[in-house]
């Protein structure tokens, strides 16, 4: 969670740039770039710019494409001219320039590559963008006295919005599918003449909806109509959270604004798409994630700066699409760490848009069948309101979870004889039933049974995956490929053994154990493409499929109306991980799979595989106990500080030499210790990270952590601008970043 506000850190003072013109005999345009320097830098101009406008200037023997952040009467410095402007768009607004202004101060980024990374990639270049402009129609001086005989009733209805201004054809469409061959007619004899229009008027139309249960009426009226307010929307599985963001967005639609949801995966849009298309016919609708080309999400993405658009569905980038008349902000499957960038600028989307949500003064809803520990104690403290959805929509039970105890089983390619019965029974019934298992490949160790050797990755601290259709070995963190070695390159032993399961293994399992069903693997191998996963979706939903085999891309908000029976395998390891947040992490898993059985009418029933059946976790699903397990956790999490009761932050780096990250690290802690000591702080390591080596480099990292965020960031900021000339001995090799709020060990 993120603070209302959190104070600026000291800005550096411009550097100076090769030029012969001194900066007082014209007026500074303070420019920030796409380069990893925390810093504006002063150009000259001769004309005021506005704030958010895009220039061109050299720099470092370069021209890029920079963006104005702020003007000065002169510079104490030395500067030279900017080479132009990008007048192609308006300056970018000014809640969209303080939304990364936070973003950058909050996680400790330089600005320049905040806001590059805010715009999309159409938008970071100085190539030109051509503004969208809708063809418009408008009644000429003699068309004023031509209305249409009154039995042409659709000629009537378009003649009339005529008469009330500029017609945009992308409206009139909406109004009447022979709209464009009438106006073209009419443009023909004189009646109208072709005009542009900035933008259509907003049309609502709203499509069948169901009655709300009582407990989604509830919800609906918890949220704000307007001002802000944070609204937890707890509800379990096939509980109909869906349908409240629809009946939010419509009112939000019906007074004139625009509505932004976000959703953790790209596989979950085209079925929210859909959803919100059917029930929104007319109104102006876009997506935007990384699957969509550059140009095409640049336009959309202006399209909605420019009130042209108002609904906008997308993954966690879309956080940042500037939208004038924002009236709502909806966070779907809240909980998930998709909305986390783990790269770059390492910001939390669901954070953020609550933020946003405050500043800008709109309702922000955050649903789950499983929220986040975060969320949950924002909730406790009262800074969310909390409303729960106790029954399903449909007034199906919730599954039947059974809890397999596999410890003197023998299975079958990890399958106990009663997932393998279950299954049966789901063919038996002409019902689909989906295998859940959390590893890709085949196998995820190829072992000698002699000496213990198992193959690993040469550029990473992890074991090579065994893809059997392909014959080959592949590290899921690096991608690095090698061929299965015929005998153990350290003994000689021929016999080697492919260890533990995959989804390739389960598919190929249960293709000979039923060998007439109709048998899908959805995982990253299989569904690289939307497209690929939209056929298959089409496919369930037509009942052309028996048997889905998934991994967690199957656990997210995918509503199958057949699918009666679910078995998860191979689930105990996360309770051996280190990581804090594993029990959650599973639990949260678990309980979004099994929520995909039972949800049209059909009996649900859950075949839960372990080791440790008396386990609180696997206790607490098998009673669908998500508010007592998770108050649990909460309770011990503060108990033994660790977040959400504190917060905390990681100062990562990486280098090919084993020591240099570890040897940085301890240098940052030592000039921690001497230069800005604080007790409020506590500061862990170095240490190597979970996954000590990867792609060839060096892992490691320091924690620091503290009861308050302003005692952490006031560290924070005072340790990145010394960083950089602590890392300078070190040569371009070692990266160092800070991740605040951190997810990922």
Not at 539 to 563: N, Y
Not at 585 to 601: D, P, T, Y
Not at 685 to 701: H, I, K, Y
Request: overall charge neutral; glycine content about 8%.
């Amino acid at each position: 969670m993120l603070p209302a506000r959190l104070s600026a850190a000291p800005q550096p003072a411009a550097a100076p740039s090769e030029s012969t013109t001194p900066a007082a005999t014209s007026l500074i345009a303070q420019v920030v770039f796409d380069v990893p320097l925390d810093r504006h830098f002063d150009y000259q101009t001769t004309v005021p710019l506005a704030v958010g406008q895009r220039v061109r200037a050299g720099f470092a023997g370069r021209q890029l494409t920079g963006l104005v952040v702020g003007m000065a009467d002169s510079s104490p410095y030395v500067v030279r001219p900017l080479d132009g402007t990008v007048d192609d768009l308006p300056p970018l607004p000014a809640d969209w320039l303080a939304l990364v202004h936070f973003a950058s101060r909050y996680y400790h980024y330089p600005l320049g590559q905040t806001v590059f990374t805010a715009l999309p990639a159409g938008l970071r270049g100085a190539k030109p963008f051509a503004l969208p402009q809708d063809l418009g129609y408008q009644l000429t001086e003699a068309g004023l006295t031509q209305r249409p005989a009154a039995r042409a009733v659709r000629q009537c209805q378009l003649y009339d919005r005529l008469a009330q201004g500029v017609l945009p054809l992308s409206e009139a469409k909406t109004l009447w599918s022979g709209a464009r061959k009438q106006l073209g007619t009419w443009l023909a004899e004189g009646i109208v003449a072709e005009t542009h229009a900035a933008a259509p008027r907003p049309v609502l139309q709203v499509g069948e909806r169901p009655t709300l249960t009582e407990e989604q009426a509830i919800a609906v009226a918890a949220v704000p109509e307007a001002g802000f307010g944070a609204t937890l929307l707890d509800g379990v599985t096939g509980s109909g959270k869906t349908e409240v963001y629809l009946r939010l967005i419509e009112r939000c639609l019906a007074a004139g604004q625009q509505a932004l949801v976000l959703v953790p995966e790209i596989n979950l849009t085209p079925q929210l798409e859909a959803r919100f298309r059917a029930r929104f016919p007319a109104t102006a609708l876009c997506c935007l994630h990384s699957q969509i080309a550059e140009g095409q999400r640049a336009k959309a993405w202006v399209a909605a700066w420019q009130g042209q658009t108002q609904l906008v569905i997308g993954t966690r980038l879309a956080v940042f699409t500037p939208l004038p008349h924002l009236g709502l902000i909806v966070v779907d499957e809240e909980h998930d760490s998709s909305f986390k960038q783990q790269e770059g600028l390492r910001y939390s989307a669901r954070d953020l848009a609550v933020w946003r949500g405050r500043e800008m003064g709109v309702p922000v809803v955050l649903g789950s069948a499983t929220p986040s520990l975060e969320s949950l104690a924002a909730a406790v403290t009262g800074r969310y309101r909390k409303v729960q959805l106790t029954t399903r929509a449909t007034a199906a039970p919730m599954p039947t979870i059974h809890l397999v105890d596999i410890r003197r089983q023998v299975l079958r390619d990890g399958l106990s004889p009663a997932a393998l019965a279950a299954l049966s029974e789901g063919l038996a019934a002409q019902e689909t039933s989906l295998v859940f298992i959390n590893r890709r490949g085949w196998s995820p160790v190829v072992a000698c049974t002699d000496c213990g050797w198992m193959a690993a990755c040469p550029h990473c601290a992890a074991r090579l995956v065994l893809h059997q259709a392909r014959r080959r070995l592949q590290c899921h963190h690096c991608g690095h490929q090698a061929a299965i070695p015929h005998a153990c390159p350290s003994c000689g032993n021929p016999d080697l053994k492919p260890l533990g399961e995959g989804t390739q293994r389960i598919e190929s399992t249960l293709k000979r154990q039923f060998p007439t069903a109709r048998i899908v693997r959805i995982d990253r191998d299989s569904v690289s493409r939307r497209s690929t996963w939209e056929t298959v979706y089409q496919q369930v939903m037509a009942g052309e499929v028996d048997i889905l085999i998934g991994t967690q891309m199957m656990a997210k908000g995918h509503d199958f109306p057949s699918l009666s029976r679910v078995v998860a395998l191979n689930s105990d390891g996360a309770l051996y991980s280190p990581d804090f947040r594993a029990e959650e992490r599973l639990f949260a898993l678990l309980s979004q799979v099994a929520g995909r059985a039972g949800r049209a009418g059909i009996a649900g029933q859950v075949w839960l595989q372990t080791q440790f059946p008396d386990h609180p976790l696997y206790l607490a699903l098998s009673q669908h106990d998500t508010s007592g397990f998770m108050a649990r956790l909460l309770e011990t999490r503060t108990a033994e500080g660790y977040p959400p009761a504190v917060f905390q932050a990681l100062v990562r780096a990486d280098a090919p030499d084993d020591e240099a990250a570890m040897v940085f690290l301890r240098q940052v802690v030592a000039w921690l210790g001497t230069h800005h000591a604080n007790p409020e702080v506590m500061v862990l390591g170095p240490a190597p990270a979970m996954l000590a080596r990867l792609a060839g480099r060096s892992r490691a990292q320091i924690l620091l952590q503290a009861d308050q965020r302003p005692p952490l960031h006031g560290c924070l900021a005072a340790l990145t601008t010394a960083a950089p000339t602590l890392a300078k001995p070190f040569g371009k090799d070692l990266r160092w970043s800070v991740d605040v709020d951190p997810l990922d060990w």
